[in-house]
């Protein structure tokens, strides 16, 4: 079974500018979040979308939005590019049950490398 | 708010040595516990997780341990290999949201 694909590996942006990313999840995983990764931040939850619907939302601002496709496959759209957007992107699946029972296990992507100047 | 909390931040151990990793988390409705492991230029990996019905899980070399009571969690590596240099993170959830920790970087010393 293929795992998460992110696309692209690579990106470099200037302040300003806007940027979307895609994740492609494991085959039948219905769902995916999106984690911004900094040094000194570590992991940083953004959101989880579940069945084309936005299930969870961390503390971003708006110029941090996602959707979801019918297909599962998720982007996430970063408008007006700050400096301090730089980070590694990583997307997470997983079958995506919900409440205490369900099975919350996350399969990473590669990530993808965001660089603002 | 709900925290994960990693300690130490960075840790150097003799190859064979053990390493131990510890968490302890806010909520105490959380009930799944996993580990990740990232090597450099790849996203976080499953090494190892446990769930809240559970005291102790081994996998060969790695355990890990959960004490509900005091809401602490830790992972253990024995006799240290070079490839388990990396960055570990810990993490708790309960279904509808999963923290992370902050992470800890493991340096295995020839």
């Known amino acids: 079974k293929a795992g998460v694909t992110q696309t692209p590996r690579y990106l470099i942006k200037t302040r300003g500018q806007q940027v979307t990313l895609s994740c492609s999840p494991i085959s039948g995983h219905r769902s995916v979040s999106w984690y911004q990764q900094t040094p000194g931040q570590g992991l940083q939850f953004l959101f989880e979308?579940?069945?084309?619907?936005?299930?969870n939302k961390g503390n971003f601002p708006g110029r941090f939005s996602g959707r979801q496709f019918s297909n599962s496959r998720s982007e996430m759209n970063v408008s007006t590019l700050e400096l301090g957007d730089s980070a590694l992107y990583l997307c997470a699946s997983s079958l995506g049950g919900q409440g205490r029972s369900g099975n919350n296990e996350q399969f990473f992507g590669p990530g993808t490398r965001l660089t603002v100047l | 708010g709900e925290n994960v909390e990693q300690h130490p931040s960075t840790l150097s151990v003799q190859e064979g040595d053990s390493a131990v990793i510890k968490c302890t988390y806010s909520d105490s409705a959380s009930n799944y516990f996993p580990w990740y492991k990232q090597e450099l230029g790849k996203g976080p990996q499953l090494i190892i997780d446990?769930?809240?019905?559970?005291g102790e899980k081994k996998d060969q070399r790695i355990a890990v341990t959960l004490n509900k009571t005091a809401k602490h969690f830790s992972l253990h590596i024995t006799e240290t290999q070079p490839e388990d240099s990396a960055v570990y993170f810990c993490a708790a959830s309960k279904g509808d949201k999963i923290i992370f920790g902050k992470g800890t970087r493991l340096h295995i010393l020839p």
């Open positions: 446990i769930r809240s019905n559970v």
């Open positions: 979308y579940f069945s084309e619907t936005q299930r």
